[in-house]
């Protein structure tokens, strides 16, 4: 079945949980993330704002750590596209086909098509599984210092409102 933006539709509104950074450039850290989608109700483009936070050692105040906005775009015949925008100044354009599975879950898997405003980034990949209240994701990138493609960043979010966030 192909999947279309209307079956994506219930993704509108908030969304929070906890994830997970690691990389060999990076201090591993969980962190905190908001994830907003918007529709418009015409066009078959959802707009998203994602927001994450890390703890701050020894206390419950937390510090941002990354800001990215952007469109997922519906190219049709379950082809998509992702067109984001960074706080670093980065642009990333990501495509790929979205499945749905025998469970109802729908499988979004976008690769790089474009990476600009940053020399340091060779590719990147974000696989989502997209269930009615669950979104999980793993974003994988490449770097001219590291070029095999790994595992950045995991994380599992949940309407918001419907559970507690981990600490």
Do not use: C
Request: hydrophobic share 35%; glycine share 8%; net charge negative.
């Amino acid at each position: 079945m192909t999947v279309r933006l209307d079956d994506l539709l219930h993704l509108v509104g908030a969304w929070e949980g906890t994830g997970h950074a690691e990389y060999p450039t990076i201090d591993t850290t969980d962190y905190r993330e908001e994830l907003v989608f918007e529709h418009n109700g015409k066009d078959p483009v959802l707009h998203y704002v994602q927001k994450t936070w890390k703890p701050i050692r020894g206390g419950r105040a937390e510090e941002p750590i990354f800001w990215e906005s952007g469109f997922l775009v519906d190219r049709g015949e379950g082809s998509f596209e992702l067109v984001s925008a960074q706080k670093s100044g980065r642009a990333e354009v990501l495509r790929g086909p979205a499945v749905r599975g025998e469970d109802g879950m729908i499988t979004l898997d976008l690769e790089s098509a474009s990476i600009v405003n940053d020399p340091r980034v060779l590719a990147s990949a974000r696989r989502l599984l997209i269930a009615p209240d669950r979104i999980d994701y793993r974003l994988e990138m490449g770097l001219r210092t590291h070029p095999a493609v790994r595992v950045h960043l995991s994380a599992t979010l949940q309407r918001a409102g419907t559970r507690p966030l981990e600490s």
